[in-house]
């Protein structure tokens, strides 16, 4: 199992990134997915999660309207989409999955900072 994320950066507060998530070694479609994020200091936390077709998501009240994950079956791959960013989302960033054991990316780096 390997994941990959990528698209972090810096960004002034109120901009936008876009995360992906490259998913190999499993059968993507069967497996929901996550993001989670780590800011210096803190636990780990849940972002957002996706069931396995897209039909069941579920938001951490920090993000809800702001984030949208979304999911290409086709492509295996899990994307974070994050507007309205606020210097608190400043994190690590990890792509997640479960299949008998946890699973975790190298994490990407998101700064939110004027």
């Known amino acids: 199992v390997q994941l990959v994320e990528s698209g972090g950066g810096l960004v002034q507060p109120g901009g936008s990134l876009r995360l992906s998530c490259a998913a190999s070694?499993?059968?993507?479609?069967?497996?929901?997915m996550s993001w989670y994020r780590q800011a210096p200091g803190k636990e780990r936390e849940l972002v957002a999660r996706i069931s396995s077709a897209g039909g069941r998501i579920n938001y951490s009240d920090s993000v809800k309207g702001r984030f949208t994950i979304s999911r290409d079956n086709a492509k295996n791959t899990v994307y974070l989409q994050m507007n309205s960013l606020k210097p608190e989302d400043t994190a690590v960033y990890y792509c997640?999955?479960?299949?008998?054991?946890?699973?975790w990316g190298q994490g990407t780096q998101v700064t939110v900072s004027s």
């Open positions: 997640y999955v479960r299949i008998a054991t946890n699973y």
């Open positions: 070694g499993f059968t993507f479609s069967l497996f929901d």
